[in-house]
């Protein structure tokens, strides 16, 4: 009977410490650095025999093969089976006249593309475009630019000077040829003013004298006629 009690408490302080000793450590990744642990078994402390944590592709990441999960057996963790490969965002949306030259990575995740229009169209929106997580970013577009000039001269025509519009620039007058064609036109005003002026102060000094020698022919008249009655009274 005391030899049974003795083993019986021999047993259970040995499977006591066995238990104690199977406990795992919290699990570490490691060698590969776009697999983490999932929230819950962030927050766990504890990792008795038997228990189980999952893990989780990082972001921009997904799991190409293997299982997301580890067990703990005898105080060790099972080996982690799960590898994780970028995301592909795939080609952007096709759009007339525009294609993409991307970089190295081609349309995996953080590679960038550039938007590139046809001859005689002009890129619209973003000139360059990333791969997220969450797909392309940006959007981009090409436009025909041949109605933007044609659409430009007829406005020019009908506001801006005929000097102007034959600088030779295709439609595209610089800062400096109006500045030169206004200079331009204010001196021709000018002269033409000055020229006007002088005309009439001519015309003025012209009629001035008229005047005044018809003035000074009345006047003569009148003298020797006065003269001549003075006389007849006289006599």
Request: charged share 20%; proline share 3%.
């Amino acid at each position: 009977m005391f030899y049974s009690n003795s083993w019986t408490k021999c047993l259970i302080y040995l499977i006591f410490i066995t238990s104690g000793n199977s406990e795992c450590p919290k699990p570490q990744v490691e060698r590969n650095e776009h697999v983490v642990l999932t929230n819950d078994a962030l927050l766990k402390n504890d990792f008795p025999e038997g228990s189980e944590v999952l893990f989780q592709c990082t972001n921009g990441y997904m799991k190409a093969q293997g299982s997301e999960s580890i067990t703990c057996t005898s105080g060790e963790w099972s080996t982690l089976e799960l590898i994780c490969k970028k995301k592909d965002c795939g080609a952007p949306k096709e759009m007339p006249h525009l294609t993409y030259e991307f970089d190295k990575e081609g349309t995996l995740f953080g590679a960038s593309a550039r938007a590139i229009c046809d001859k005689g169209y002009q890129i619209q929106g973003s000139s360059y475009r990333q791969c997220y997580a969450t797909g392309w970013s940006g959007r981009s577009r090409c436009e025909d630019v041949n109605d933007i000039p044609l659409k430009s001269a007829s406005i020019t025509t009908s506001t801006v000077p005929p000097t102007i519009q034959v600088s030779g620039r295709h439609h595209e007058i610089g800062e400096h040829d109006i500045n030169a064609a206004t200079r331009n036109a204010a001196a021709k005003g000018s002269v033409i003013g000055i020229c006007i002026v002088i005309v009439i102060l001519i015309v003025l000094f012209v009629l001035y004298c008229f005047q005044k020698r018809k003035g000074s022919y009345q006047t003569g008249e009148d003298s020797r006629r006065k003269e001549e009655l003075l006389q007849f009274q006289n006599d």
